[in-house]
């Protein structure tokens, strides 16, 4: 880069003597500066995202360690879903180990909420991604079936910090168990509208979609593509979430474009 700004100043100085020569130097400064610009934007782009799924992971892995404690134990069910989270995450063996060593970290300390989920907030500015974070929070609390009062307080005081309305939580206890309990098998009979099991299955579906039986279809594909926003891999990981969650978002994402694809055959059929 640097032969090209001498080239210029040359030229510039027979061009136009000392005058010229300053003219060729500005444009050859100009030209540097602009050719290692989209270089400069990529390095930070990236060095961001990289402290934001850091900061993401770790936080994940400490609020869950801290919340399964919350409640005076730590029951067989939380360390089952931890576990179960982390082989739904497939980490390596060095990220279950620090996924560990984090969550035991968490269940052994009093963790100053307002101070972490702050640092949080500054590193992981994503909202989509805030939803994420409470909604792995509220699957290892509520392990058991029950959501115990304590956690429930912590994870409104998160809400509250991470300036989300108290009404997410129910949201999302709702949205988490649609999502378990709609299965996105393939189609059995051509007479499953008339079985119980199919009948289930398909209010299961308007259940996933915050729909209704009696919704049109555009308000069911408007419901789809909110909620295939909100948990779209994609979209996910270029906001910052660590890659080795994703297989959870991809898992979601599939249930709910298999619920879309259920409800626009029922409805086609009526």
């Excluded at 610009?37 to 402290?51: G, M, V």
């Excluded at 702050?118 to 909604?135: C, M, P």
């Excluded at 307080?153 to 991470?162: D, F, G, Q, R």
């Excluded at 509208?193 to 069911?220: G, P």
Aim: charged share 20%; net charge positive; aromatic share 10%.
């Amino acid at each position: 880069m640097r032969i090209y700004l001498l080239i210029l100043i040359v030229i510039g100085f027979f061009w136009g003597g000392f005058l010229g020569a300053l003219f060729g130097g500005l444009l050859g400064a100009w030209f540097i500066q602009a050719q290692s610009a989209p270089l400069f934007h990529s390095t930070r782009s990236l060095q961001k995202k990289i402290k934001t799924q850091r900061a993401f992971f770790k936080t994940t892995f400490l609020v869950m360690g801290y919340l399964a404690k919350k409640d005076g134990h730590i029951s067989q069910a939380e360390i089952h879903i931890a576990n179960q989270l982390m082989e739904q995450m497939r980490l390596t063996t060095a990220q279950k180990k620090m996924a560990i060593a984090l969550f035991n970290q968490g269940k052994s300390q009093v963790l100053n909420i307002p101070n972490m989920i702050a640092d949080f907030k500054k590193n992981v500015i994503s909202k989509q991604l805030h939803f994420v974070f409470l909604e792995i929070q509220l699957q290892v609390a509520s392990a058991d079936g029950n959501l115990h009062q304590s956690a429930r307080y912590v994870l409104l005081e998160i809400c509250t910090l991470l300036d989300l309305p108290a009404s997410v939580l129910e949201e999302l206890q709702r949205q988490m168990q649609a999502n378990h309990n709609f299965h996105d098998k393939p189609f059995g009979s051509h007479q499953y509208t008339t079985s119980f099991s199919d009948k289930k299955r398909i209010q299961e579906a308007y259940n996933l979609l915050k729909v209704t039986s009696n919704s049109t279809l555009q308000e069911i594909k408007t419901a789809y593509r909110k909620l295939i926003n909100r948990h779209h891999p994609d979209k996910l990981i270029a906001k910052g979430l660590p890659e080795s969650m994703l297989e959870i978002e991809k898992q979601k994402a599939q249930k709910i474009q298999a619920a879309y694809e259920l409800l626009q055959i029922i409805h086609k059929k009526k």
